[in-house]
């Protein structure tokens, strides 16, 4: 079964931690082992794995997309958000998380984000609990 959450940013571009939803859920599934996987039904948002120990980290990877592909750049895309979609393309739709004794299987300091980048606004993100 497919749950789908809605996400709401707040700012153009934002990293938000959705690292307890995404627990809760494999919780109530009591899926012991198995996999999780997310996907994001939009061209200028994403989800990605990273620290979310230090919030500098959300901050540094912000920074550095809107360095390496600036709003304001010369696109063809004439919506005004095509940095949008090229961060998105870059920080990719979905990822695979590992659940073991009915916890994702994260690093120490790893957590998952979802990836504003043309916000503010409220999206969705799907998620599946999959049994080994």
Sequence with gaps: MIKTISVKTSQRNQLIDITSEIQSIV???AVSDGTVELFVPHTT???TI????DPDVETDINT???KLIPQNSEFRHAEGNSDSHLKSSLVGPGLRVF???GRLLLGTWQGIYFCEFDGPRTRKLHIKVLID
């Design 27 to 29: 919780s109530e599934s």
């Design 50 to 53: 990273n620290e979310n120990s």
């Design 45 to 47: 948002a994403a989800v």
């Design 64 to 66: 550095f997309l809107e």
């Design 99 to 101: 659940i073991s004794n």
